[in-house]
């Protein structure tokens, strides 16, 4: 049973195109996340939602646009692709946010096997 | 400003050398938590372990073992006796108040064997 799955795992595709990824997770975790690695490792985080709601959005332009139709799914949308949007797109999960202690993120997130995004 | 520090872009060793990384960390806030994971060169993100502010002692899990100091603010993460399968990036993060994580730079382990 794959926890946090994500499709696809691979995508290659040409510059100004418009591609989706689709992630769904089958933990019952009500946040999800979606964040970038560059060719150097580095992770960014992008966007969070928490039951649909959208609660991080970091500074990412506008082309790329989630949504999230339930709380075990969040997919990621890219307009007109551009070379530097090549990376590896990580969905994550995790079981919601600490409401105890106020915004502290005590939850651990759990990743999916990341989409490798190629554009030419 | 929360921040991560691993100073140690990549380290290489011989099989069965043990091995520590380094886990630096800047916050303000009295209640967080750190947290280590691990990627192989498969590419996946796995979780190794969390430790929250208020618990200092030491935690070990077969040949891994994270030493937690809040009085260096240093998270570091020890491989006994490493092996091979051990070659992966390591990443440690920290929570912040902002619902977010905040990622080290990562740290590249070779194992050779």
């Known amino acids: 049973d794959t926890a946090v799955s994500q499709t696809p795992k691979y995508l290659v595709t040409q510059m100004g195109n418009d591609k989706s990824i689709k992630c769904e997770q089958n933990?019952?975790?009500?946040?999800m996340y979606w964040y970038k690695q560059d060719s150097k490792k580095f992770l960014k985080i992008m966007f969070s939602?928490?039951?649909?709601?959208?609660?991080i959005n970091e500074t990412v332009p506008n082309r790329f646009s989630p949504k999230s139709p339930d709380k075990a799914h969040l997919n990621l949308h890219i307009n007109s692709l551009e070379l530097g949007d090549s990376a590896v797109y990580f969905c994550?999960?995790?079981?919601?946010?600490?409401?105890?202690?106020?915004?502290?993120?005590?939850?651990?997130?759990?990743f999916g096997p990341g989409t490798r995004l190629l554009v030419l | 400003a929360q921040k991560v520090t691993q100073a140690q872009t990549e380290i290489s060793v011989v099989e069965k050398e043990d091995v520590t990384l380094d886990c630096v960390y800047e916050t303000r806030d009295t209640t967080y938590y750190l947290f280590w994971y691990k990627q192989p060169p498969s590419g996946e993100l796995v979780f190794l372990i969390r430790r929250n502010s208020f618990d200092e002692q030491n935690e070990i899990s077969g040949r891994y073992s994270w030493n937690f100091q809040k009085s260096t603010s240093s998270f570091n993460f020890t491989i006994t006796a490493s092996q091979v399968v051990d070659s992966a990036v390591y990443f440690c993060?920290?929570?912040?108040?902002?619902?977010?994580?905040?990622w080290g730079a990562g740290t590249k382990l070779i194992i050779k064997p």
């Open positions: 993060a920290l929570s912040d108040s902002n619902y977010q994580l905040i």
């Open positions: 939602y928490n039951n649909k709601e959208l609660i």
């Open positions: 933990l019952g975790h009500d946040t």
């Open positions: 994550a999960s995790s079981q919601g946010l600490d409401r105890g202690l106020a915004g502290v993120v005590e939850e651990t997130q759990y």
